[in-house]
């Protein structure tokens, strides 16, 4: 059965997950509540999921797909399924696009990113593949170029178009200025990113006939995590049982919250993955139930584990080192990241806090730019997307410490601000 008992797959991996075990230590042998369990800490879960020595996995690393996430910080981190976990996953992901719109016939252009070792070309295709509907896939790749990628849709009238926001937003651009459209194209199916209103301007002039629609909600290290909901609101999704429980977690106590429109990040369960075990693993997100006894929860941004500008994700591990690595002489006293939408892109402001007393307006300028450059350098997709003109550079803007962003309830820092609209 591929998709396991909680019971079953807690003591599984305890027996054979050395991280669980040790996470599960101090906990009664028979642990069958899923609330009895601890919640993963992301740093310590990439620490012991590592190419040689791993503790993370089950099993040798012997029959696999693998495939590359963003995991924290540092070194690529890997995410693994077996060929059953694998089917599994792209079997229920392509019943979910039938809740996005995908009819018997329909031709899909599949234009996420292949190659590399990242799943999205693949999990799309493989996923449409899987559908319980017919449909004609056309592997376009959002790496092909456009001079051919149009020719292509338009002589095989495509009817749904798959990417990115920035993908398809980019394809947008390129039609508009040629002063084309391709109103044949009935959904624009979009996932990785938020779709904002000023992207829905944008892709309404070139495709004056459809709609933008999330395909689902899912990430390669978390697993699956929400089906879309018809509706007005892309940002609706229902949790993908019996494959996935889905929690949303105070952020001060990390209670279960249990009524709707009370927000909290969400943490994942995967009950079809035993090789590279999910359980209770933070999904980098926040949301709010809207019917939690259905299961239907609004995604409401990234939580603190990272943020999502425009194509590139960042963690704030990530300018936690940048910062540790270019303030050799410690002025920096704290520090968010604050993530903003202007001109119809996305830029990552990194609010940094200096001591009272630390007036020395050159040196700032000095330090800023050289943090801007380590975090540039750990993060190199940044300012590829810089100079592609998807995002606004870096950019620090100083503040003293009591100008930080704190949890009301718990007085905590708030690590990452989300200032975009997502209405």
Request: hydrophobic fraction near 40%; proline fraction near 8%; glycine fraction near 8%.
């Amino acid at each position: 059965m591929p998709v396991h008992q909680l019971s079953d797959l807690i003591r599984y991996v305890r027996h054979n997950s050395p991280f669980y075990a040790d996470l599960y230590a101090d906990l009664p042998p028979d642990v069958d509540c899923l609330t009895d369990l601890p919640v993963v800490d992301q740093s310590a879960f990439w620490a012991a999921n590592t190419l040689h020595g791993n503790r993370v996995l089950t099993a040798p690393l012997d029959e696999a797909s693998v495939f590359k996430t963003g995991g924290t910080t540092g070194a690529p981190k890997f995410s693994c399924y077996t060929r059953e976990e694998w089917r599994e996953f792209v079997t229920a992901f392509g019943h979910g696009l039938v809740d996005a719109g995908l009819r018997p016939g329909h031709r899909v252009a599949d234009l996420f990113y292949a190659g590399e070792l990242y799943a999205s070309f693949l999990f799309i295709l493989d996923s449409l593949s899987h559908a319980p509907v017919s449909s004609v896939r056309l592997p376009i790749g959002g790496a092909a170029p456009l001079e051919t990628t149009v020719p292509t849709l338009r002589d095989f009238a495509a009817q749904i178009v798959a990417g990115t926001p920035t993908t398809l937003c980019r394809l947008a651009e390129h039609l508009i200025a040629a002063g084309e459209q391709l109103p044949s194209v009935e959904l624009l199916f979009f996932g990785g990113e938020a779709l904002f209103a000023d992207q829905r301007r944008l892709l309404a002039g070139a495709f004056p006939n459809a709609e933008p629609r999330s395909l689902g909600y899912a990430s390669v290290d978390a697993g699956l995590l929400g089906r879309p909901v018809p509706g007005p609101d892309a940002r609706v999704h229902r949790a993908f049982a019996p494959h996935t429980v889905v929690e949303i977690l105070d952020d001060a106590t990390d209670e279960p919250i249990r009524e709707a429109g009370r927000p909290g990040r969400v943490v994942v369960t995967q009950l079809f993955r035993r090789l590279m075990p999910v359980i209770r693993y933070p999904a980098g997100d926040r949301a709010e139930w809207t019917d939690p006894e259905a299961g239907v929860f609004r995604i409401l941004g990234r939580a603190e584990e990272g943020v999502r500008v425009g194509p590139v994700s960042l963690y704030s591990q990530d300018a936690q080192g940048a910062v540790a690595a270019a303030d050799t002489e410690g002025r920096v006293v704290g520090m968010q990241l604050v993530v903003r939408r202007w001109d119809g892109r996305d830029g990552l402001v990194l609010r940094l806090a200096t001591a009272p007393g630390d007036e020395d307006p050159a040196g700032l300028d000095v330090l800023a730019k050289s943090v801007v450059a380590e975090l540039e350098e750990a993060r190199p997709f940044y300012p590829d997307a810089v100079a592609t003109g998807f995002v606004h550079p870096l950019s620090v803007e100083w503040v003293r410490h009591r100008d930080l962003t704190v949890n009301q309830r718990s007085g905590k820092l708030v690590r990452v601000i989300d200032e975009r609209p997502t209405a």
